[in-house]
């Protein structure tokens, strides 16, 4: 065999080295684990443990075909390869024309092979689609709207209050999906624009939210955790950067979260004397196109860190947010922003009424500090492309000075 | 060829009167004239393996930037929205302009060799085929002079190759970006069914005497799929861009959604059209590797009815199995189940190709050269491909996977593993047969281990991204997701593809001005075009052949003197009708394109408002357009068909002064 193993040899070697060194600076060799936030083979709940399950089945069984098949097509390969040239050039092999009934044990045994994935589908095909009958009465049920890009989350079922004299409202937030754990939970899902899709890997798979279709689906946290989520169907400019988060509580951190998102937005008392005219405010620092804006400390227990986020900020200023309050009304915020209680009701954005207790801005896209806060509302643009938010202060010649986005932001966090 | 159809020839050869001289048929046989009035197979397919190859390097780099931008998280290579181009113009362009047009070169190029045909039925459609192709593929392109000259409102797309309803509408994508896009189709559209007719009706009536249905090789068999795949499925899309069209420009509501229309039909009309394409992409491919497996084992395909009747089994199960596309659309559950079934079941076929293609090299003699590599390495490819396709058939485990970088890394292992493998395998195989030039060994292999090597680096990966939850069309991602290491390696392995690529041209274009030359039949070949000289003559075959036997040359090997004796006969009689009847060339088909080019380009790039100088651009090049494709139509009928005969020497040269003047006009 005059060309391929000794030339093969050389080449593997030389690319398996080039590949080595190419590698070498600071990669993580274990991402074959597939462990990371939105993972799809972790399941955290019953949706998601059945869609695993099935995909273990076929990943099992095309697995034993290919090394079965690929063990046959290996064997030939070096069994009957030419040898040499003279090998080549040597009288034709008998040229037989095929063998029926190899053929046809061949189609039956596909067949067969094809059964044993087509039997767990069609059970998983309607376990998935809807709450199961003898869990129906437990479901509690959210609406989840997709916009250019962010998520709205309206909950029909509980009652917010608009303002002092009772009028109320059913509740709705945003970017962040709060749920009880260990009870179904049926979503419907709807959009006001183009098609998104609805998907927390981890929980189970997406659901597409398509214009003039009733789309819903169910899905359930085994326990209190938090989980990632994205939109899976490409909606435009900003469709990387539209994300969520869900946090699943026990019942009773849900129902204290409930109690407190039913409240009208907090009010921080300004102070009763006129502050001395505060130091000037340093320029935020410059972030680069597309900066990372979320951090590792986070990571290490995101639900803590979303229950951090439910107590009122440490080093809060009631001046600069009494400031901030008077900008959001002055800046048009609230044309787009509503905040409960506050006097704001735009609906073009997310509603803010307890924005300060979220984790994520910008649809889960980076965290909720007042240095990323700031980062966002000084040039929104530049942190998510195309957004409408930039559109606004571009159509409305909006500017913030540094003093004021401080003042905003003192202000956006103290929404608990 | 039947002889009666000949005799019809004959008798009108002397009635024809004197042509005009509008109307003189062109006959330079070299030079830029000849390429732009050529009717003959080999040139125009030689012309869409050009034109493919060109799209298919604008393709990669497309996919390069595409990788380039997601080497590192949070990378800045690309903006958002040029990165949303590059990925809606990467998949249009591999599949519209580089795989589907490679594909019909081949059908051109080869396809009638095959058969023992010497041209094409209608070679004049054949012609404006491919001048519409050209067309269309310029259409689709014109968003770049937006980008590349900073033209306001002219972008190219960024909707997806799919362009989902209502993202594409006027309200979410102001700007010429999606009429371009629209229209390029359209034209593309036009060009793959003229040339798919004209396949079709080729294959059924060119055939030489002998050559039954069940003796065609199987890339004919295979061309006649796709073709019947082509003419079925593209009307679908037609209107889903007919109505897509009328909606942005007109005022329609198909898909708008404030005035009641409903996006999710063109989801369901897209597929429709959608899926088969898939297996237009991928049956020539089969095809292709159902020639080169059986000539380098040295053994007829194993099994070759079973074969073929998968390939069609392929080609009806494709138009059923289109919603599979739509698993997480809440088609609800029976409708779910049903596509999830339809689509486990067309593993069977596909499965049997498989198994007949081991089959064939079991007790084989296997000649490891260039174009079996590439062939063994599709065999290996498109398993893997396919069994991941076998998994997305389970529905509720495909809402994981839809639309996540395991979908990119399933189907590049079809599409490039499968078809491009096979399409690359293809070229390597015939490259002696169209240029009479062999590809060195060294080259060739060590081209197909980068290519192989580079292909899976990048591909391979994907599918643990995508389980580990990223999605697809994504220009940006977190570096704490898990992601960064497969993506960067995924990028490595692109740009050691692309350096594969690149290789694998150089090559080609090396071989082709200074290459090894090879006589006659150089892989021991098994099918007809082997039987003839390369490069091939203009009339393909001195004598039309009679078949015996499914591998016809093999058989006209192992049988020459009843073959030699026959060929005698033949020539005879076919002197006696005149000589070799060869088509005219003509400049009419090239003037109908033109006009499509024009009013295409008029109807998209100008603005449509009333009171804007815009509108009488927009209508009055449309009129124009509209007006040289008739005119181009209206000389093109008035020129004739009855094209003239050629009279060789021994050596086939074409005898001056002696028959071959008489069709240049003079009649």
Redesign the interface.
Known sequence: MRFVPSFLARAGRFLAALAGLLLLPGCDLNFWRMDGHQSTMIAEGPVARSQLSLFYVTCWVTLIIFILVGGVLAYTMWRFRARTEADERAEPPPQSHGNPLVEISLIGASVLALVIIAVPTLTAIWYTHDVPEAEKKNAYEVTATGHQWWFKFEYPSEQAAVDTAGAKTPLVTGNELVIPAGRPVRINVRTVDVIHSFWVPKLGGKIDMIPNRANFFWLQADKPGYFWGQCAEYCGDSHAVMRFRVIALDEKDFAAWKEKQLALARSVAAPAAPVAAAAPVAALRAFKTNEVGVSEAFDRNPLEAWRAKQAVEKDENPALVAQGRELFATKTCNACHAVRGHGAMGVQGPDLTHFGARTTIGAGLIENNPEQLRRWIRDPESVKPGNKMAKAYRDNKITLSDAEQVALTAYLLSLK | MDTTAKTAYLTKEDAVPAQPKLLAHPTAKTGLMSWLTTVDHKRIGFLYGVFALFFFLVGGVEALLIRAQLMY????VL???MY?TMFTMHGTTMIFLAVMPLSAAFFNYIMPLQIGARDVAFPRLNAFSLWTFVAGAIVLNLGWIGPIFGVEGHNAP???WYG?S??TSRQ?TPGHSVDYWVMGLQLLGVASIAASLNFIVTIINMRAPGMTMMRLPVFTWMTLVTAFLIVLSFPAITIALVELMMDRNFGTVFFE?SG?????LWQHLFWVFGHPEVYILILPAMGIISEILPTF??????????VVFSGACIGFLGFAVWSHHMF???M??VA??AF??AT??I??PT??K???W??T????????RTPMMFA?GF??MF??GG??G??H????????????YFVIAHFHYVLIGGSIFALLAGIHYWFPLMFGRKVS??WG??SF??IF?GFN?TFF?MH?L?????????????????????N??AS?GAF?LGLGIAVYFAVMIYTYYKGEKVGRDPWDGRTLEWSIPNPPPEYNFRVVPTVHDRDAF?YEKNHREQIAAERAVAEKAEEAHGGIHMPHGSIWPLVASSGLLIAGVGSTAFEAKWDVPGIHWKLGLSLLGGLVTLVGIYFWSLEGNEGYHLHLDKDGKPVKGHGDDHGHGKH
Do not use: C
């Not at chain 2, 998280?73 to 800045?76: E, Q, R």
């Not at chain 2, 995508?466 to 290491?485: A, E």
């Open positions: 998280p949070n990378g800045t903006s958002a929205q949303n960024d909707v997806g989902y209502p993202l979410f959604v009641g229309g409903m996006p999710i084992s040295r053994k007829p395909l194993f099994g070759y009815p079973i997480t659309t809440g609800g559950t779910t189940a999830a079934l486990m079941a593993a069977v499965g049997v498989i198994f007949n081991i089959g090299m079991w007790g084989g003699r296997l000649m490891m063994l065999v290996w398993m893997i069994f991941s076998v998994m058939s389970a529905a509720p485990a495909d809402t994981q996977q839809s639309d996540s060994e060294f292999k060590l281990w980068i090597v680096v990966p643990f995508g389980l580990n939850g990223m999605p697809r069309r994504t220009f940006t991602y977190d570096p704490n997701l898990g992601w960064n290491t497969p960067y390696i490595i050691v093999w």
